[in-house]
């Protein structure tokens, strides 16, 4: 693997010309699959936002997802649990504006990949990580 196809930086996890080589879906799911739950247990109470995050998340998952937008899915939810990003979360009120913005931007271009039953999925998650 070259240090160009290792992300080393949060923007080169969404960069759509990165996110598709094979070796940095590997290092995006690898950091989805060990960060994306933590980190969302974490902070899902003050992201307005996590039932998208996590209607992406099994969207990203699902076999059926077209692999394309897989590996970009990926790419942005790589960035969210990166520790340090363009703006970074411990910063009160604002931190996770960045996060919100790359979410955003994908559902407005992939949103027809993430289907009911990933936000039936979120919401059930959601609920189970409020306690409810």
């Known amino acids: 693997m070259t240090a160009n196809a290792n992300p080393t930086s949060p923007e080169d996890a969404i960069d759509p010309d ?9 290092v995006n799911e ?4 060990t960060a994306f739950w933590p980190k969302i247990a974490r ?4 992201v307005p936002f996590a039932d998208r995050l996590i209607s992406v998340y099994y969207a990203a998952r699902d076999p059926e997802t077209p692999l394309a937008a897989k590996g970009i899915m990926m790419g ?10 363009a703006i970074p979360d411990v910063l ?3 931190g996770f504006t960045d996060d919100a913005a ?9 949103g027809a990949n993430v289907k009911k039953r990933h ?7 959601l609920k189970r990580l409020s306690g409810d």
């Open 18 to 26: 990165k996110a598709l080589l094979p070796a940095v879906q590997r």
């Open 30 to 33: 690898q950091r989805v699959r």
């Open 43 to 46: 902070v899902a109470a003050r």
């Open 76 to 85: 942005a939810l790589a960035y969210f649990v990166l520790p340090t990003d």
């Open 92 to 94: 009160l009120g604002i």
């Open 102 to 110: 790359v979410i955003t931007a994908l559902l407005a271009t992939l």
């Open 119 to 125: 936000h039936e999925a979120a919401e059930r998650a």
